[in-house]
């Protein structure tokens, strides 16, 4: 039980210093909440994320898209179309653009800013035209809205306040112009926003093996490089065991042959005495 406590008060103490660090750099999404298994409440925070298209024309009225929500690599895609009818109200071909974009919600509080790189940022207009924002395509991260979460502002004007002169909204260059009467008339946005969460967690691939076949190329050269050295050592032992043997027994053989011969001499020498021993008594 107290180590469950200590886990679980280390738990908080890493992630209060989690959210500490990020306020200086942007921070990772990972490093903070991540599709889990074992943690629901880390779970449903993740999965709690989500975005969705939005347009105001010069009214200022708010329309907006279906919610999408962020996938398991940390992506949301987002795709909203703009009918020409919500575009020009009047139906007499006088559309303007105030400011459309994708707003996401329910992201950590306190992570800002956060990274996200966004691409595949385009609007297709209802004759096909299609404008590519790559003003939105280089942004790698951003700062919290003024109205909360993350907002991607697409307006031909700047928004500036009244009171400071501060711009507080910067206009999108490739829509310049849009605010014109008959400047725009519908179509489909469309972008991608990856908040990477595999890349934040600096985690390896599942799928490389790399390592995997070099730990097993490097194991199996061991495993035959000791099974040759033991088995070839083995071999030279049992070589040099039996040149020793056979060294040995060699030994041995002219050892007892030297003897052999020996004794035999010495038999002979005894014989042929006991042989003129004879002979002389029957001379006698």
């Not at 280089?138 to 928004?159: K, L, N, Q, V």
Request: with cysteine; aromatic share 6%.
């Amino acid at each position: 039980m107290k180590f469950k406590k200590l886990a679980a008060g280390l738990s908080v103490a890493v992630l209060a210093a989690t959210m500490m660090s990020v306020s200086v750099s942007a921070a990772k999404l990972g490093d903070v909440v991540h599709p889990s298994e074992e943690d629901t409440k880390m779970n449903d925070s993740y999965y709690s994320i989500g975005a969705m298209g939005f347009y105001m024309g010069q009214d200022w009225s708010w329309n907006q898209g279906d919610w999408v929500g962020i996938d398991d690599t940390g992506k949301i895609t987002v795709e909203y179309k703009i009918s020409a009818v919500i575009a020009d109200k009047t139906m007499s071909g006088k559309g303007t653009l105030g400011d459309m974009g994708v707003m996401v919600a329910n992201l950590p509080e306190g992570i800002y800013p956060v990274d996200v790189k966004v691409s595949d940022a385009k609007f297709v207009a209802e004759d096909g035209t299609t404008t590519v924002f790559d003003s939105l395509n280089s942004i790698t991260s951003m700062d919290e809205d003024s109205e909360g979460g993350i907002r991607i502002h697409i307006r031909p004007t700047d928004e500036v306040d009244e009171e400071t002169g501060k711009v507080t909204k910067k206009a999108c260059p490739e829509v310049a112009g849009w605010e014109k009467e008959g400047a725009f008339n519908g179509g489909t946005l469309s972008m991608t926003l990856d908040f990477g969460v595999a890349a934040a967690e600096g985690g390896e691939s599942k799928t490389d093996t790399s390592k995997a076949d070099s730990k097993s190329d490097t194991s199996s050269s061991k495993a035959d490089t000791s099974k040759k050295d033991v088995s070839s050592s083995k071999a030279d032992t049992s070589k040099a065991s039996a040149a020793a043997t056979s060294s040995k027994k060699s030994d041995d053989t002219s050892k007892a042959a030297e003897t052999g011969a020996a004794v035999g001499g010495t038999l002979a020498v005894i014989a042929l005495a006991g042989t003129a021993v004879i002979v002389a008594k029957r001379r006698k």
